[in-house]
């Protein structure tokens, strides 16, 4: 049944009352308890609350939390003592037996000034431990994505090895020796934690070296931090396409730093 609005009815004093009733703080209270309502368990989480489910209850929580809060836009963090900003695309959480198993994508990822394009985490055989902090542990990080060839050539330059690289203007990478007046373009692949490289050409004091003589032995990266194994990282075009296996970590956090963070958009701090 259809209503109509009757100007003969209306009554200053009737709008004022509405008024008062829509701008009456204890429904304001109400609207924002609602709308916040998923950090509750948190803060009573914060406060020493236990209760059987807890990890489940705080995983739940936290990860709807940080996907309606930040999916699809810009996320600050401090991860075990590094920070990076991304745009947060994805963050999935599911259970697999007695442990969480979570997947997160990034895009356009800034760790400790470094700049990758694209990276996915796959965390498997998450806990939480309650108490204050609160601790996580993962038994396992895969770690896959995308870094620009250039934004990589200047990480390895900026290490201060023996060889200074870079891009030329066709997109190669040329190495050149510091002291010995060698230069080089090259190549290179890692598949199993041995590095490749593969001497395109070479010179010295611009002679034209044959490449027999310049060949590269491979090298085995067994001394990577965090105890990391590299599955592959090799160049498709302008991109480096990795994939990185890290064991087990350990972390903490504080519930009512996520919490505040979460609800203001701050930065996230793992430690």
Do not use: C
């Amino acid at each position: 049944m259809a209503t109509y609005f009757d100007p003969k009815s209306w009554s200053l004093a009737g709008a004022v009352d509405m008024g008062k009733r829509l701008l009456d703080p204890s429904w304001i209270d109400q609207w924002l308890g609602f709308t916040t309502s998923w950090a509750d368990p948190v803060a009573d989480l914060g406060s020493g609350t236990v209760t059987a489910l807890m990890p489940d209850v705080l995983m739940t929580v936290l990860s709807e939390g940080i996907l309606s809060r930040f999916g699809g836009q810009e996320i600050k963090a401090t991860l075990l003592g590094h920070d990076l900003t991304a745009t947060l695309d994805t963050f999935k959480l599911r259970r697999r037996g007695a442990h969480f198993q979570s997947k997160t994508v990034l895009s356009n990822l800034i760790w400790d000034s470094h700049a990758f394009d694209t990276v996915t985490v796959v965390a498997h055989g998450v806990r939480l431990i309650p108490g204050v902090p609160t601790k996580i542990r993962v038994q396992q990080l895969d770690i896959e994505g995308t870094i620009g060839i250039g934004a990589l050539t200047a990480w390895v330059d900026a290490q201060n090895l023996d060889w200074r690289v870079r891009l030329d203007e066709r997109g190669q990478i040329v190495a050149t020796h510091r002291t010995r007046k060698m230069r080089a373009v090259v190549d290179g692949q890692v598949y199993d934690n041995l590095l490749t490289i593969d001497i395109r050409k070479a010179s010295w004091y611009g002679i034209r070296l044959p490449r027999r003589v310049v060949a590269a032995p491979a090298l085995l990266l067994d001394d990577l931090p965090n105890r990391a194994d590299i599955s592959y990282a090799h160049r498709r075009g302008d991109v480096v396409k990795f994939r990185l296996e890290l064991p087990a970590t350990t972390g903490s956090f504080d519930l009512t730093q996520i919490r505040d963070a979460i609800i203001a958009g701050t930065t996230l701090i793992v430690f």
